[in-house]
T-cell receptor
Framework: RKEVEQDPGPFNVPEGATVAFNCTYSNSASQSFFWYRQDCRKEPKLLMSVYSSGNEDGRFTAQLNRASQYISLLIRDSKLSDSATYLCVVMQYNFNKFYFGSGTKLNVKP | GAVVSQHPSRVICKSGTSVKIECRSLDFQATTMFWYRQFPKQSLMLMATSNEGSKATYEQGVEKDKFLINHASLTLSTLTVTSAHPEDSSFYIC??????????????FGPGTRLTVT
């Protein structure tokens, strides 16, 4: 079983739409969670960390559900520039390892 | 945010040759750097964890004699792909953790090196 699983998509949405991605992780000992954004043929860039209480950064909201072992990312008022692949990342401190999901592709269309 | 550079950004080499990729943290010290490989339409796969002043820790299935890692300073790690073969063609990305900030578990990625072995 993969450490981190994501729906690969693609999610095709119109500008202005609200879209949500989920990501599940298998190891309950996971302790840090992140969403990264990766544009085609580029390196991943940190979008936001995910805190236990949930956190919001502008149009982006991240939630963590430890009981069900999933994290979510909500994007409101989608922009064309939001088109990218969104990677869910889970970290386990004791192994000093980051585990990446395979990514969810988002296409925002005019 | 912290900046990580990689060099070269793109390299084409012949089968059987070796290629060295450098990863540098430009404005912070990184005791730990990570090397990833990404094949088309797949996610990043961790190859090894590079620790300054000690041997790298390789993931299962990654040949340490083929992918030589050296982390000689707090700002530089190198990955050498020895005796490269076409199946080694991939996007190699390094990342580093900035241990000097409160967000010490965030990783910052280099821009990647696209290796093509002919």
């Amino acid at each position: 079983r993969k450490e981190v699983e994501q729906d690969p998509g693609p999610f095709n949405v119109p500008e202005g739409a609200t879209v949500a991605f989920n990501c599940t992780y298998s190891n309950s000992a996971s302790q840090s969670f992140f969403w990264y954004r990766q544009d085609c043929r580029k390196e991943p860039k940190l979008l936001m960390s995910v805190y236990s209480s949930g956190n919001e950064d502008g149009r982006f909201t991240a939630q963590l559900n430890r009981a069900s072992q999933y994290i979510s990312l909500l994007i409101r008022d989608s922009k064309l520039s939001d088109s990218a692949t969104y990677l869910c990342v889970v970290m386990q401190y004791n192994f000093n390892k980051f585990y990446f999901g395979s990514g969810t592709k988002l296409n925002v269309k005019p | 945010g912290a900046v990580v550079s990689q060099h070269p950004s793109r390299v084409i080499c012949k089968s059987g040759t070796s290629v060295k990729i450098e990863c540098r943290s430009l404005d912070f010290q990184a005791t730990t750097m990570f090397w990833y490989r990404q094949f088309p339409k797949q996610s990043l796969m961790l190859m090894a964890t590079s620790n300054e002043g000690s041997k790298a820790t390789y993931e299962q299935g990654v040949e340490k004699d083929k992918f030589l890692i050296n982390h000689a300073s707090l700002t530089l790690s190198t990955l050498t792909v020895t005796s490269a073969h076409p199946e080694d063609s991939s996007f190699y990305i390094c990342s580093a953790r900035d241990h000097g900030t409160g967000s010490s578990y965030e990783q910052y990625f280099g821009p990647g090196t696209r290796l093509t072995v002919t």
